[in-house]
């Protein structure tokens, strides 16, 4: 067995698809330190710079002392906290739902939602671009589970007219993500509400990566595009934008009641920590407040000096066909806080990453299985607590 797996590591990196873990030595921020090296961090999520804020820190310090650092139980057990229950009325507020519901990790939200909407002989339509969490959701409901090229609103139309002909009364889940992780690109979430209200199916929104950066108060793209009331099934996470971690569901308060009969992964897993639920809910009222909206305005002028300065060195540094499809991504992306600089290949993606790193910059390269084989490339993402001169110096770099 043990050879076996040493094997299979070897094709791994054969292919220059080996991963590994990097030792942060410090908190997370603009700047790290890795190795005894400060690196300047386009790396992270934290998209407002929350993770190590102060506000954050004291709030998870008082529920300490107040109420430990173990919920000690599953939350239908005995591990609902006080604080548990405030930041569910925190979100359904900040979100504008009836009611909302917490998980322990945005993947475990994923996974247990989807199971509990749909089953066997319903159909799940995902998005080719829909991060791990959504697909192995689908696959877990055991429904049957198409996947629709990314942002392609026909092919989705002719996928549901195939679904309601082929399991005609069943349930049909419309899967997506309003910002793509990996692309940073935005859904065409008025197209397809039209779409689920016409086919009478059901829509589930990832907001991981909008809310925070998107629409009034960082409320995420529904509440951006006025679309609130007819996203079925509000997905968020706690811990990109709003700096800690966790999962939630917003929605309908029948929604609610029914995951908390229904999910297996908040029904079997033991309640968030109470200091990770205190720091979330400070998260929410920093973001609901006019110094979050704020520090919400200022990461859209962190991410329009960015664009620019990438736009105009990606036009230098790369050629012809390469450059214009470059330019055209860089265009289209100008909606979030994520820039992919698409390389292609895995081993030239690895090269310019360890490249920028050696120049004191962190930026990941990202490969297959995350993204399709051969559109490997670096995930540039930048926060709020970027300086103008760190974010310049890297566009520099990169044109070098
Ligand atoms: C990060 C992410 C998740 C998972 O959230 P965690 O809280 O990190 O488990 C789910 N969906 C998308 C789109 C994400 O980017």
Redesign the pocket.
């Known amino acids: 067995m043990e050879k076996l797996f040493a094997e299979e590591l070897d094709g791994l990196r054969a292919r220059s698809l080996d991963r590994h873990l990097r030792e942060l030595s410090s908190a997370q921020g603009p700047e790290v330190e890795i190795g005894g090296r400060q690196l300047i961090n386009f790396s992270s999520?934290d998209y407002l710079g929350l993770a190590n804020d102060s506000r954050l820190r004291d709030a998870a310090i008082a529920a300490i002392a107040e109420f430990g650092v173990g919920a000690g139980a599953s939350r239908l057990i005995s591990g609902t906290q006080s604080s548990h229950l405030a930041l569910e009325r925190a979100l359904a507020k900040w979100k504008r739902t009836e009611a909302a519901l917490c998980f322990s990790?945005?993947?475990?939200?994923?996974l247990g939602t989807i199971p509990a909407l749909v089953t066997k002989k319903d159909v799940v339509l995902l998005d080719k671009l829909?991060?791990a969490?959504?697909l192995d959701g689908a696959k877990l409901s055991g429904a049957v589970l198409r996947v629709f090229p990314h942002n392609h609103v026909a092919k989705l139309e002719s996928h549901l007219r195939w679904a309601r002909r082929q399991y005609p009364g069943k349930r049909i889940l419309i899967v997506t993500?309003s910002v793509?992780?990996m692309d940073g690109d935005r859904a065409p979430l008025r197209e397809l509400v039209e779409l689920k209200k016409s086919f009478g199916a059901l829509l589930m929104l990832?907001e991981?990566?909008a809310i925070g950066v998107i629409g009034p108060n960082g409320r995420g793209l529904a509440a951006a595009e006025n679309l609130n009331n007819d996203v079925d099934v509000q997905?968020g996470?706690?811990?990109?934008a709003l700096g800690t971690?966790?999962?939630y569901i917003c929605g309908s308060r029948t929604l609610i009641e029914w995951l908390i009969n229904r999910a297996r992964s908040f029904i079997y897993s033991t309640a968030p920590s109470p200091a990770v639920v205190a720091a979330a809910l400070a998260a929410v009222g920093f973001l609901a407040s006019s110094k979050g909206e704020e520090r919400r305005l200022l990461l859209w002028e962190k991410i329009r000096w960015m664009r620019e300065l990438l736009l105009s060195c990606a036009s230098e540094r790369f050629q012809d066909a390469s450059r214009n499809s470059q330019l055209a991504t860089l265009n289209s992306v100008s909606g979030s806080a994520i820039f992919p600089l698409i390389v292609g290949d895995e081993q030239a993606a690895l090269n310019l990453a360890s490249t920028l790193r050696d120049e004191g910059f962190l930026v990941p390269a990202i490969r297959y299985p995350t993204v399709g084989k051969g559109s490997a490339r670096l995930r540039i993402t930048v926060t709020a607590a970027h300086q103008e001169d760190q974010i310049r110096s890297l566009c520099e770099a990169i044109r070098k």
Request: with cysteine; charged share 10%.
């Open positions: 999520n990790s945005g993947y475990a939200a994923a829909c991060h969490s959504l993500e793509f992780s990832d991981a990566h997905m996470t706690l811990s990109k971690s966790g999962g």
